[in-house]
């Protein structure tokens, strides 16, 4: 999945050069290589780094997703209004479509632990001010859209430049363990822990819900101060930089250029697009097809959490045993799985394994696309790269969700599943087509980001 932060969390993608058979190019006006400063990542410190990235990680990703529940729980006691209601969630994902490009023209231009700083500055204030509002009796729907497209940009603020902090952060050796453990702190944390307690903190008052998240984003801003280098890409001084819409278009261009690159960003659409569907429809086939109760349904979920959990500590060994071609194939059956089970079977169990392996499969795609990124993206395209990257999975999320909707309302669940379990096969000859060994093994023989 692309994290159902990143959805799925939808989360980055590999990078190749058009033919899959010589070391990828930048586009004209683009670093040719890491040469800058920030790509030296500091070795000696590079357990240190991972620990502070894995422990930023996690505690703001559970914050965003306590917020996640909070704030639509909170526009409950304010309107009956389904619309007005979901417009909050709303609200929280729709800047991934808005502005995640020109966000990462920013994470190329200035040091991106600063960024990190200022939209964890941005969130305090956005909890600090509807606290207040709370205590006074006076939120409003109005109040809470604002406050929550606010929170929207700094999520995408946050999840780009983190994504680039790990070439600049931890040496090439450790990186497929910082990815694996980065992927699965955003994994666990906002798509499951921080809902179910977001629940817990919102029995005892949202104010005390509010509170959590807003110290949950001061100790994220203290524990950046220990990490360790330098964070801001050098720039490129061949030319001029050019206005945000050129330096968006070479980012998209840089993207598309590269076959393999496209590749991964067509299916991991249509991997997260799955996403979006399983977890828009699931609660509905959950009462109404498979007659499960809360307890029942919180397994169900747990499953999807468990797998990704699982694939986030085995992943090394996956990839020693497989390979990183078969590793990032199991994403494409285990998604299929996810989405097909419903369509065959009522049974909990067999629903759950099915969520299990979607989520192992989503953390093994996630953490090989990264490392595989990070060695052939050049420092200077890295947060365009994220960024539009992220655009491709956490915009189709939203997307599956309404398709799956249509789908269901004309032609009913199952046939909406399995519309979404053969679009997931249709993936698999154009995925084995395009990464090959020899494309992954052109990959691994770049020059190392250190």
């Keep these: 999945m692309a994290s159902s932060t990143d959805r799925r969390v939808p989360t980055a993608q590999a990078a190749a050069s058009p033919s899959a058979a010589a070391p990828p190019r930048a586009p004209q006006g683009a670093a040719q290589g890491p040469t800058s400063k920030t790509a030296a990542a500091p070795r000696a410190p590079g357990n240190r780094n991972t620990a502070v990235l ?23 006691r304010l309107t009956d209004s389904p619309a007005q209601v979901a417009g909050v969630g709303l609200t929280l994902t729709l800047p991934w479509l808005l502005v995640a490009l020109h966000v990462g023209v920013l994470v190329d231009r200035f040091d991106r632990r600063l960024l990190l700083w200022t939209a964890d500055l941005a969130r305090m204030l956005v909890v600090a001010a509807l606290l207040l509002l709370s205590a006074q009796d006076a939120v409003t729907i109005s109040a809470l859209y604002i406050g929550g497209f606010v929170l929207g940009v700094a999520e995408v603020v946050a999840l780009t430049s983190a994504a680039t902090l790990v070439p600049s952060a931890v040496a090439p050796a450790g990186r497929e363990r910082a990815n694996a453990w980065v992927a699965g702190a955003e994994t ?4 499951f822990c921080g809902p179910f307690v977001g629940g817990l903190l919102v029995a005892a008052g949202a104010s005390v819900a509010l509170g959590w998240t807003g110290a949950g984003y001061l100790i994220g801003t203290l524990i950046l101060v220990l990490l360790v280098g330098r964070f801001k890409p050098e ?11 050129r330096r968006i278009g070479e980012g998209i ?5 590269q076959r393999l690159l496209r590749l991964m960003a067509l299916a991991l659409s249509v991997l997260s697009a799955c996403w979006g569907a399983w977890l828009a429809l699931m ?3 959950a009462t109404s097809l498979m007659d499960l109760d809360v307890s029942e349904y919180g397994i169900l979920l747990s499953a999807l959490g468990a797998g990704g959990l699982v694939g986030a500590l085995t992943v090394t060994t996956v990839n020693r045993l497989l390979g990183r071609r078969w590793s ?31 989520g192992m499969g989503g953390i093994l795609w996630t953490v090989n696309s990264r490392t595989i990124s990070q ?13 539009a990257a992220r655009l491709f999975s956490w915009g189709a999320m939203p997307l599956g969700a309404g398709l799956v909707g249509v789908l269901a309302e004309w032609f009913g669940i199952r046939t909406a599943f ?22 992954l093994a052109d990959a691994d023989a770049a020059p190392a980001r250190d």
Excluded at 253 to 257: I, M, N, P, S, V
Excluded at 375 to 387: E, H, K, Q, T, W
């Design 253 to 257: 261009r840089f993207l598309w250029r």
């Design 188 to 191: 666990a944390c906002n798509e």
């Design 328 to 358: 990032m194939f199991a994403d494409l059956v285990g998604t299929a799985a996810m989405v097909a089970t419903p369509v065959v079977s009522t049974s909990l169990w067999v629903v759950a394994a099915g969520a299990f392996l979607g």
């Design 418 to 439: 399995a519309v979404f379990t053969v679009a997931t096969l249709l993936i698999i000859v154009p995925f084995l087509r395009t990464v090959t060994p020899k494309a």
């Design 283 to 285: 609660p509905l086939v």
């Design 375 to 387: 060695r052939l993206v050049p420092d200077s395209m890295f947060g365009r790269y994220n960024a």
């Design 54 to 76: 894995v422990g930023f990680t996690a505690i703001t990703n559970l914050a965003d997703g306590v917020t996640k529940v909070v704030l639509p729980l909170m526009a409950t």
């Design 235 to 245: 720039a490129d001084d061949s030319r001029p930089a050019g206005t945000v819409n």
